[in-house]
């Protein structure tokens, strides 16, 4: 027995609602009513997947399996390979596409269970959308304007959609982005060119981002700029591989633990792992490259 319910357009997935809606409608995965990101589907992809590579056959088959639901309704099939017979497109239009079984486009039936992925597809999230998920309202808004103008295939593309690098970056120091362009009444495109290093593939937000966001505190305290940040944090990343060095020369028989373990920040423990390069490092080494580190910004932006 066919578990359909719908018998024209399913429903609209999170983003159904207007820009008027409430916050809580709005997600990476939807964020605006006719764009949606279909990146993390289907749940099996070969490495190094992007759906530009292959935007003429999946507009095809995602065509066909919205036919196919629409005619016959949802029947337990598990997914053979990298393809799902439920990713399919959303709207006649074929601008949204999604899963043709998640609750939104089912009024609340969680339906995924008939590919045999259900508990894979439940937590399937990335790394960009939790940490837009943690932006405020504005602050969604003002970086959605770099994607603005996407259609769902590039939004869903990590090397089309300049999203999935600017969001690595991380909420603390996108807010701290975020006011200082509320501040200057600049918009995200304007902030961009300011602050080159949110895009400039020189930088890798997880590894440099707690840099950035110590030099981006401490000038928006002292509400001054006395050089550019790049320049700067390009200063403090050269003093702390230099200081690492002089600390593993002297280290001896320390005992050394996981840099990833310590009792330290996330984003303080990714910059020592992979800003620093620094595996494994004793707590005492990792605070005193943090003090220094403190000093040094200090020092340079008096």
Known sequence: MSHHKNSADPPRRQNGPPASAAHASVSLCAPEPDVSCFGC????????????????????EFAENRRRFLQSGAHSRPIVGFSCWALGFLDHRGERIGCLL????????????????????????????????????AAQAF?????????????????????????????????????????????ATELL?????????????QAHRWLFGLA?????????SPQSLQKLCENL?????????????????SVLVFSHQLPMPEDLKDFIRLGLGRRKITLERARQIERQLHRLLAEMMD
Request: glycine residues 6%; charged residues 20%.
């Open 193 to 205: 060119s300011r602050q080159p290093f949110v895009t400039a593939r020189q930088w890798q937000p």
């Open 143 to 187: 970086w959605l304007e770099p994607a603005s103008g996407l259609s769902s295939f590039y939004f869903s593309s990590r090397r089309a959609n300049p999203l999935f690098h600017i969001l690595g970056w991380g909420a603390k120091v996108l807010d701290q982005l975020h006011l200082e362009a509320l501040s200057n009444g600049w918009t």
């Open 237 to 253: 990343l050269q003093e702390a591989l230099a200081m690492a060095e002089v600390m593993d020369a002297a280290a001896g028989a």
């Open 102 to 137: 998640h609750p939104a486009q089912n009024q609340g039936e969680d339906l995924r269970h008939l590919v045999g992925y259900d508990a894979k597809c439940r937590r399937e999230s990335c790394r960009p959308a939790r940490v837009f998920a943690q932006l405020s309202s």
């Open 41 to 60: 589907c289907p749940p099996i992809r070969p490495p190094h997947y992007d759906p530009l590579d292959y935007s003429g056959f999946l507009k095809r």
């Open 216 to 224: 981006l505190e401490r000038e928006q305290r002292r509400q001054s």
